[in-house]
């Protein structure tokens, strides 16, 4: 016969004590950076594909989203941003869109991001943030910076004679046309070439035609923002949930999709369980 005894009111006053310390330090431990202010963690990916030109192989990209300036990311968090792409010398900057919370902080962003100076440039998406608002604005600041904005458009990175392709998409073309800024670029159609979608949304890969592409990144999910211990969020900015909140996901054609959590937060500038984060996807040719 088992025997049971009730904990005495002292010792669970303790055990809750302790339990409420450990989630305190669990939401610290997801919420800060110990390295880079504004960026929780870098989060690493190597691709292998036969379309990866051997010039390529150990290529390495960075992928930045939804930095919402000024929200809970600001400058202080901004400057720690910069610093971390400098430290991680991509060969490529990939920005995937909703970069600001007040067309004021347009400029000092792209400035700012200047600095990373990746070799092959910088190239950029637009959010659903960047339409409702600023967008003309933030057309010219990336003009000025030389940041190549891709609205429906693609552009190629070489590498002596071999090269990949970006394809920069607008999921909200219906309802806020594209620039026609660019319009010698067209949609990728060659089987044989890599293509890299930059969509601010991961639905979108779902909902159109993308089977061209061979790897896409997006964003605007923010890993939920709010979630539970990381396992779930209540809010995804999904149509699909919780199946493109964050990490590695696969379309239902087969596309890999990397989604960021971001750096910024939207409606209210909280973060619990879903640690702000840059992409680094590194190429390599089979």
């Known amino acids: 016969m088992t025997s049971s005894r009730a904990i005495p009111t002292n010792d669970r006053r303790g055990f809750s004590h302790l339990l409420l310390s450990s989630l305190l330090l669990l939401s610290f431990t997801s919420c800060t950076s110990l390295r880079y202010t504004g960026v929780n963690r870098i989060r690493n990916?190597?691709?292998?594909?036969?379309?990866?030109?051997?010039?390529?192989?150990?290529?390495?990209?960075?992928?930045a989203s939804d930095f919402h300036l000024k929200s809970k990311f600001k400058e202080r968090q901004l400057h720690g941003t910069v610093k971390a792409l400098q430290t991680l010398a991509p060969?490529?900057?990939?920005?995937?869109?909703d970069y600001q919370e007040g067309c004021e902080y347009v400029e000092?962003?792209?400035?700012?991001?200047?600095?990373?100076?990746?070799?092959?440039?910088?190239?950029?998406?637009?959010?659903?943030?960047?339409?409702?608002?600023?967008?003309?604005?933030?057309?010219?600041?990336?003009?000025?910076?030389?940041?190549?904005?891709?609205?429906?458009?693609?552009?190629?990175?070489?590498?002596?004679?071999?090269?990949?392709?970006i394809w920069g998409a607008n999921p909200y073309a219906g309802k806020y046309p594209s620039s026609k800024h660019n319009p010698?670029?067209?949609?990728?159609?060659?089987q044989e070439d890599f293509v890299l979608l930059l969509i601010h949304t991961p639905d979108y890969v779902d909902d159109a035609d993308c089977n061209i592409a061979?790897?896409?990144?997006?964003?605007?999910?923010?890993?939920?923002?709010?979630?539970?211990?990381?396992?779930?969020?209540?809010?995804t900015a999904s149509k699909y949930g919780m199946r493109y909140r964050s990490g590695l996901k696969h379309s239902r054609q087969g596309i890999p999709i990397i989604i960021s959590n971001g750096l910024g937060t939207s409606r209210h500038p909280i973060r619990l369980?879903?640690?702000?984060?840059?992409?680094?996807?590194t190429l390599h040719s089979q």
């Not at 400035?111 to 604005?137: F, H, K, S």
């Open 45 to 63: 990916y190597n691709i292998s594909s036969p379309e990866v030109p051997k010039a390529f192989n150990g290529y390495r990209i960075a992928f």
């Open 91 to 97: 060969d490529v900057l990939l920005l995937g869109g």
């Open 108 to 165: 000092p962003l792209f400035e700012a991001l200047t600095q990373a100076t990746p070799p092959d440039g910088i190239y950029a998406v637009l959010g659903n943030n960047d339409y409702e608002r600023c967008t003309e604005l933030i057309r010219t600041a990336m003009q000025k910076h030389n940041i190549v904005l891709l609205e429906e458009e693609t552009d190629t990175i070489y590498q002596n004679d071999e090269y990949i392709l």
């Open 184 to 190: 010698h670029f067209s949609k990728p159609t060659s």
């Open 214 to 235: 061979d790897l896409a990144l997006a964003g605007h999910t923010h890993g939920g923002q709010v979630t539970l211990f990381g396992l779930y969020a209540p809010i």
């Open 273 to 281: 369980f879903a640690p702000t984060d840059i992409v680094v996807v």
